[in-house]
């Protein structure tokens, strides 16, 4: 979708819609001239509550040639003392959804002008691309008929500062751009996105944006001593590797902020294999590596001042004569050794590798993202990621990040007792408790085990990674979750 930022007043545009905010408790100048214009016709249908303001409310009507704009879309926003970006990102969501279902390609935006908020333009640009998403690409039939946006204009009042809204509609823009590469990701099937896809992902990513890129195959990570990764990966065709990719946004001599991303690129359960209903969905399992990816390329595109670190352990974990089994003990990059209690808890065992060997960065901070427990999902549904971490100013930081951008966090205990589920009776720990209770807590704490002294946070991302239904700004399917959080993170650091 291509924008346009213009100085233009909203009632003298000439457009095929015009998407203007309106409150449930107050109403602002726009709406109030806009009601002139069409001869009170807002007025009674407020009067009426065929529209009342609330939030994510859309009212679509046609001036009928009373404005320069064919037709008029009334978003609702809420009570005016309780907006705020998210609210303005959720409003811009439901525009595009109903313009979409008027199938209205092109249209003018004066959202971002309710409540006067410095960072509106931001906020409505990153709600309208992302609302706008769609994942078409293995449907074959009717491309013809199928609804495509073509351009959205940024409307400013006079005198409105177009070189600093340009800027932060740019930004949004490259910040889409990441999270619509995680969505696409993530939404491709597990035949296509093999772990090989994701290592030429890195590698097309640092050709454009200039980062370092080194790809670890097979016999390299056997040679390391990557055991707990090449052992989840070697039931599978497609081998197992580990993606590193680097930003130095901050010179050559500041500490790096490193990412890892959990990349099963299929999660059969290997041995302990799943159940067949649903299995389908284990092609998100590399959600977290997405999001890393995504994080890399927002940030080269920002050209934000940090340091800046991806690694991606990538594996299928699938049945077969090589595959590892329960009571295998496997020796971990970091010395210790492992007995696998249960091969569907593979996650950790690529991500304790890959952990370990991200301290030779020595990070100022580290943060893993992944589709780890589906007890994180029994915790805390589809509406937050579960946070854990051993540095509470980090985890801070990142639930503060979370709100800002509406990635939500929410922290849970890393005590020492819940590691009493995970210690071996024949090896220094094992890869799953015998019982479900906390499972997102003890799949943390064993993560706990592999960071030594670095700041570390982790990220549950299960419940969040995919979306059953459709919200306002993400349509049904791959969030592209971690990140805008993410990003919102590096930023203010």
């Excluded at 400013?156 to 889409?176: I, M, W």
Aim: proline share 3%; hydrophobic share 40%; net charge neutral.
């Amino acid at each position: 979708m291509k924008i346009d930022v213009i100085s233009a007043n909203p009632l003298k545009h000439a457009s095929p819609a015009l998407v203007i905010g309106c409150f449930e408790d107050a109403k602002d100048d726009l709406f109030t001239a806009c009601d002139a214009a069409l001869d009170g016709c807002l007025g009674r249908l407020t009067a009426g509550r065929e529209f009342s303001g609330k939030a994510n409310s859309t009212r679509l009507i046609h001036t009928l040639g009373k404005l320069p704009a064919e037709r008029l879309l009334l978003v609702g926003l809420g009570k005016k003392a309780e907006l705020d970006d998210e609210r303005l990102r959720q409003a811009a969501g439901n525009a595009v959804q109903a313009l979409r279902a008027a199938r209205v390609a092109s249209f003018a935006t004066a959202l971002h002008l309710a409540g006067r908020l410095e960072t509106a333009p931001e906020a409505v640009t990153v709600g309208t691309l992302l609302g706008s998403y769609a994942f078409e690409q293995y449907k074959t039939k009717d491309k013809d008929e199928r609804f495509g946006f073509e351009a959205m204009t940024l409307l400013l009042p006079k005198g409105g500062n177009r070189k600093e809204a340009g800027v932060r509609v740019g930004a949004a823009v490259t910040l889409c751009r990441g999270v619509g590469l995680a969505r696409d990701l993530v939404s491709h099937p597990g035949n296509v996105v093999t772990t090989g896809y994701l290592a030429d992902t890195a590698r097309e990513l640092a050709g454009r944006h200039g980062l370092g890129c080194r790809v670890y195959e097979q016999d390299e990570l056997e040679e390391l001593g990557m055991n707990a990764l090449v052992g989840v990966g070697k039931g599978a065709a497609e081998p197992p590797r580990l993606i590193v990719l680097e930003y130095k946004g901050a010179g050559a001599k500041g500490r790096p902020v490193v990412l890892v991303g959990k990349g099963i690129t299929f999660d059969s359960g290997g041995i302990s294999i799943k159940p067949g209903a649903g299995m389908e969905e284990m092609k998100t399992d590399m959600a977290g590596a997405a999001a890393v990816l995504g994080t890399m390329a927002a940030a080269a595109g920002l050209k934000l001042a940090v340091n800046l670190v991806g690694i991606v352990p990538t594996a299928e974990n699938m049945p077969d004569g090589k595959a590892y089994k329960p009571g295998d003990v496997l020796t971990s990059l970091s010395g210790q050794t492992i007995e696998i209690t249960n091969t569907d808890a593979e996650g950790r065992l690529i991500l304790c590798d890959a952990l370990h060997f991200a301290q030779k960065y020595r990070p100022a901070a580290m943060i893993d993202l992944a589709t780890l427990t589906g007890a994180c999902v029994v915790a805390l549904g589809h509406e937050a990621s579960g946070l854990m971490g051993n540095d509470q100013r980090l985890v801070d930081a990142l639930k503060r990040a979370g709100e800002e951008c509406g990635e939500r966090l929410w922290q849970l205990p890393l005590w020492d007792e819940y590691g009493e589920a995970m210690k071996s009776d024949i090896a220094d720990l094992r890869n799953a408790a015998g019982s479900r209770d906390g499972g997102s807590i003890t799949a943390g704490w064993f993560l706990k085990q592999f960071v030594g002294k670095t700041r570390w946070a982790h990220l549950d991302i299960a419940g969040t990674a995919w979306s059953d239904k459709a919200r306002p700004y993400c349509p049904k399917g791959a969030t592209g979750v971690g990140v805008r959080l993410l990003i919102e993170y590096l930023r203010g650091r």
